[in-house]
């Protein structure tokens, strides 16, 4: 990383160390100006996403790292010749070739965010998924997947529990069901905020860890930021059991 800046392609990211450099603004001021800012765009649980570091002489300090479209809303309440000085340094940086360091230590980076993002919206996907989506998001930033242990695709049918129930003439809704897996721990509520109104909470339903033996948590189809339960065909019947004794 040169300078507090990490560019890969149009893409770039100056840590508060670099901006404070260019303006002239003490660094404990800046990083106040940055965690202010980034609570109120994404709230209280977001900084960790933009942690980073840089090397003074002595040691290792702290610093965040804000892609453009931060730095830019972070100036925007700077003096107007300190928001142009900001602006051209970019405009330099954008026109001058990044070395290979610098493009895998962004791709490493960038792939940890979109892990870290889609590990707080797919909650308790099964194994093979979140091993499958950590393949995905390496090879998407050109980064080696030889460390990561080898995905292969679990063939076991799964169901949603209103196909199952009928097909083994259990006898029950649904609904009756999912009562029935709540009350014996096999099930819980989620609630995530909604997408067009935030003020709102949706609700919908995930199998806990002791259900993940019976099934897997997959994406629902109305919802990225949801799952949905599908339970494994060949111990369905096992399932229903526990839960009716």
């Avoid at 300190?82 to 026109?95: F, G, H, M, S, V």
């Avoid at 610098?102 to 797919?122: C, F, G, P, R, V």
């Amino acid at each position: 990383m040169e300078n507090g800046i990490k560019q890969f392609n149009d893409k770039m990211a100056m840590t508060t160390n670099e901006i404070a450099i260019q303006t002239g603004k003490r660094h404990d001021n800046v990083m106040r100006d940055t965690r202010k800012m980034l609570i109120e765009l994404y709230g209280n649980d977001c900084l960790l996403r933009f942690e980073a570091t840089y090397f003074t002489k002595e040691k290792e300090m702290p610093c965040y790292s804000l892609p453009k479209n931060e730095v830019l809303t972070l100036v925007s309440g700077y003096s107007i010749p300190l928001r142009a000085k900001i602006i051209r340094r970019l405009d330099e940086l954008e026109t001058k070739p990044a070395s290979p360091t610098q493009i895998e230590n962004y791709s490493l980076t960038k792939a940890h965010l979109d892990l870290e993002m889609l590990a707080q919206t797919l909650l308790k996907t099964s194994d093979a998924s979140r091993l499958m989506i950590a393949h995905g998001v390496y090879k998407e930033h050109g980064i080696s997947t030889k460390y990561l242990p080898q995905y292969t695709e679990k063939v076991r049918i799964t169901f949603a529990a209103k196909d199952l129930l009928n097909k083994k003439k259990c006898g029950i809704s649904s609904r009756a069901f999912n009562v029935l897996m709540m009350s014996a721990g096999y099930l819980e509520e989620k609630t995530r905020s909604s997408t067009k109104h935030p003020d709102k909470v949706k609700k919908y339903k995930a199998l806990t860890d002791r259900g993940l033996k019976f099934g897997q948590n997959d994406t629902s189809t109305h919802s990225p930021r949801e799952v949905q339960p599908h339970y494994f065909e060949d111990t369905f019947t096992e399932l229903f059991r526990l839960i009716n004794l």
